[in-house]
């Protein structure tokens, strides 16, 4: 598999989170973001990604972009460890959950909103964050265990610790979330988070790496 990736994007991060759980070993090619005015909308990375966003994933003959259908192909053709549960009930909640942060969160303070929002754009970011996490903190108060829901990692997981990264890089004071909070540090604890973590990725500035 070839996963196309930028160190810091939280949607290339779930990824990584579920490639490293599930043992599968993949080549990176770093797609920068920032420099060349955005390696993403060169006409090479076009022809793999039409939308023009990381990540893609070249696996079993096909490319595959958008994270949760990359993740839920990863679980429909390897299915261990699983990443949904089985029982209806908390499978619906996980979905809940990765939905919740993958639409209602991250798109609004991702870097293509952001360029348009000129000097306002910390601002921005941290009232789409804040906003989105009130709302998660109160859903994870009743569906929590160690981890978003239960005690199993989930696909919840794999978009909640990305995009505490991101509220952590825009100064979002976590205080008021003290469920997420700990979810999150539960989740960084464990190999395939610290092993996917922006700051140890082929592409990450050596100023950031850990």
């Known amino acids: 598999p070839i996963l196309y990736s930028y160190f810091r994007s939280s949607c290339s991060w779930r990824v990584r989170i579920a490639l490293a759980l599930k043992g599968i070993s993949y080549d990176v090619v770093p797609v920068n973001l920032l420099k060349d005015g955005g390696q993403q909308f060169s006409a090479e990375f076009k022809a793999t990604n039409p939308m023009q966003q990381v990540p893609a994933l ?70 789409c964050i804040s906003s989105g996490f009130q709302a998660l903190e109160q859903t994870l108060q009743h569906t929590a265990g160690r981890y978003c829901v239960g005690d199993e990692v989930s696909m919840a997981d794999l978009c909640l610790v990305p995009q505490v990264f991101n509220a952590e890089r825009f100064k979002v004071d976590m205080a008021p979330y003290p469920t997420i909070t700990r979810i999150n540090k539960a989740l960084l604890e464990l190999e395939a988070f610290k092993v996917s973590h922006p700051s140890r990725q082929p592409d990450t500035p050596a100023e950031l790496r850990a």
């Open 58 to 127: 070249k696996i079993d003959g096909i490319t595959l972009s958008q994270s949760l259908a990359i993740i839920h192909y990863l679980e429909d053709t390897r299915p261990n460890p699983r990443l949904l549960p089985q029982d209806p009930k908390k499978r619906a909640q996980v979905r809940m959950i990765a939905d919740h942060i993958v639409s209602g969160i991250q798109p609004l303070q991702n870097l293509s909103v952001l360029k348009q929002m000129g000097e306002k754009k910390t601002e921005w970011a941290q009232n």
